[in-house]
């Protein structure tokens, strides 16, 4: 497929380099800020920057690595300018919403798959590493899992279907894991740099990583906000 790239968020360049190395063509990517631009030259140094309008009509595969609130309104005008049809996949990256904000885009046969990464992603070629070990959240339209499992797989990575049933929960538990693990590793170290201990990463990465692995591992059942607090 021609695969074209829509936004300054790092996991569009890394997920298009990925399809690349599957086989698949990079045909455009449009950016704007100069760290993706930065980004493009770094990770894509022969894939020309194009104007929006240019990238989606070249796409057979259209990746929207732009925010979740943009998501509605980007698809709508691309609709609008007759950019979509039955041969073309359009693809977000947000772990918020599920295929039906892009209604504009399945309106005119096109197909709508959301897909997450469940990552923090850089922007840099260490990411094709990480991609290959994680997990990938994909929403699509029943008859047309199979073809967002692909993606996924082509990707190097092992894709979970998530439904628009459960696409709220799924956001929510993303958050909390994301923010309140960051913000307890943070605490952790901040209390050991206060004490002048050195290295205090390397000394706090095991328990941090035992007590995930510890977690994952036990039945999930209720928590009591008392033993939260």
Same mark, same amino acid.
């Given at each position: 497929m021609k695969i074209g790239v829509i936004g300054d968020d790092p996991a569009g360049p890394v997920l298009a380099k990925a399809w690349a190395n599957a086989g698949h063509e990079l045909v455009g990517v449009f950016v704007e800020s100069p760290q993706a631009i930065e980004r493009i030259e770094a990770l894509l140094p022969d894939v020309p920057i194009n104007n929006?309008?240019?990238?989606? !009509? +070249?796409? +057979?595969?259209?990746?929207?690595?732009? &925010?979740?609130?943009?998501? !509605?309104?980007?698809?709508?005008g691309l609709? +609008?300018?007759g950019l979509f049809g039955p041969k073309k996949i359009v693809v977000h990256l947000s772990p918020l919403l599920g295929y039906s904000i892009l209604a504009d885009a399945a309106r005119f046969g096109a197909i709508p798959i959301a897909l997450h990464p469940v990552?923090?992603?850089?922007?840099?070629?260490? +990411?094709?590493?990480?991609?290959?070990?994680?997990?990938?959240?994909?929403?699509? &339209?029943? &008859?047309? !899992?199979?073809?967002?499992?692909?993606?996924?797989i082509e990707l190097g990575a092992e894709p979970v279907v998530v439904t628009e049933a459960q696409r709220a929960a799924y956001a929510e538990a993303f958050e909390v894991a994301s923010s309140f693990s960051s913000l307890v590793v943070k605490q952790a170290l901040g209390i050991l740099e206060a004490a002048d201990v050195p290295n205090p990463a390397r000394l706090i990465a095991p328990v941090v990583r035992s007590a995930v692995e510890d977690a994952l591992a036990e039945p999930v059942g209720r928590i009591d906000p008392k033993d939260v607090l």
């Open positions: 929006m309008a240019a990238v989606a !009509e +070249d796409a +057979d595969l259209l990746v929207l690595a732009i &925010p979740s609130s943009d998501l !509605e309104i980007t698809c709508a609709a +609008d300018l990552m923090h992603f850089t922007g840099t070629s260490m +990411d094709l590493t990480v991609l290959k070990n994680t997990t990938v959240a994909i929403s699509a &339209p029943e &008859p047309l !899992e199979a073809i967002a499992q692909a993606l996924a």
